[in-house]
C-alpha cells in the first residue's frame, strides 16, 4: 500500500470517529438516501441526549424501524 492510500483510508476514518464526521455519515446513510427527510433527522439528532452523539444511530434506527413514531409538533 501507497503512503498516500494510508494516508487518505486514515483520515476518512478520523472523520468517521469525529463528531462531524459520524453525523455527516449518518446524514448520507438516511437522508441522502431517501430513506428519511432532513428535518426528521435534524430533530432526532438533536434529540440524542448525549455530547457526542453517542446514541443518535441507535435512535434513528428506532425511527426506520417504526420503533419511534413521527414526532407532533405540540403548540
Avoid: C, H
Avoid at 13 to 37: H, Y
Avoid at 56 to 74: A, H, R
Amino acid at each position: 500500500m501507497k503512503l498516500v492510500d494510508f494516508i487518505l483510508r486514515t483520515e476518512s476514518v478520523f472523520n468517521l470517529l469525529s463528531e462531524e464526521g459520524k453525523i455527516d455519515f449518518l446524514k448520507t446513510q438516511f437522508v441522502d438516501s431517501g430513506t428519511m427527510r432532513k428535518e426528521i433527522f435534524d430533530e432526532i439528532v438533536g434529540a440524542d441526549p448525549s455530547k457526542n452523539n453517542k446514541y443518535s444511530t441507535w435512535l434513528l434506527n428506532q425511527y426506520v424501524k417504526t420503533v419511534i413514531k413521527p414526532f407532533k409538533k405540540v403548540q
